[in-house]
């Protein structure tokens, strides 16, 4: 892995696992608010990988700004969870992995299309296009059966607390080369 992905918290003998489902979840919002410029409120995305055979109960595969000199870069955050999902999600959606898919496989996956050099949008946006790249990219190479059309939809909106939903645009960050 290069440096824009951040290891510290991802057990070596994690990378072996079996990928048994990819979760991709959104995070609460609890006080529905959107930032200090006024734009909308929003949901964070991330994915969990489930895994079968090892001590942890998921990889957390989460793309996540604040890097470089004006905070736009992105840095891929993998980490070993002792749980299969977050409890702070609003939105979960699993897709079954294919047999034979394992935590390294997806992390080469990603690295091989360029997916772990990303550039966020200037108002910080851009975690759902990512993860509506990635989770299409693992469609593409048949780790998971379908999913892309309905990520993209689940996408496409802001997740109210505690109910609800509101169309909002994908704000879509930039690959560097």
């Keep these: 892995m290069d440096s824009n992905w ?46 079968a055979g090892t001590a942890s109960a998921s990889i957390r595969v989460d793309m996540t700004p604040g890097y470089g000199s004006d905070g736009l870069r992105g840095k891929i955050e993998i980490s070993s969870k002792p749980y299969e999902c977050t409890n702070s999600s609003i939105k979960t959606l699993s897709f079954p992995a294919t047999l034979g ?21 200037p108002e910080w946006e851009g ?9 299409q990219d693992l469609q593409s190479a048949g780790y998971i059966k379908g999913g892309a059309k309905e990520a993209e939809e689940a996408l ?15 704000g879509k960050g930039t690959f560097r080369a």
């Design 156 to 170: 496409g909106y802001y997740w109210v607390t505690p109910s609800g939903k509101q169309k909002r645009a994908i």
């Design 6 to 51: 951040d290891a510290d918290k991802l057990k070596a003998e994690d990378l072996s696992a079996r990928v048994s489902i990819v979760f991709l979840v959104a995070y609460e919002n609890p006080s529905n608010k959107g930032d200090e410029e006024g734009l909308p409120p929003t949901n964070h995305w991330c994915l969990f990988l489930k895994t």
């Design 101 to 121: 898919v394992t935590v390294q496989k997806i992390i080469d996956l990603i690295s091989s299309k360029g997916r772990q050099k990303y550039q966020f949008t």
């Design 127 to 135: 975690c759902r296009y990512w993860n509506k790249t990635v989770v």
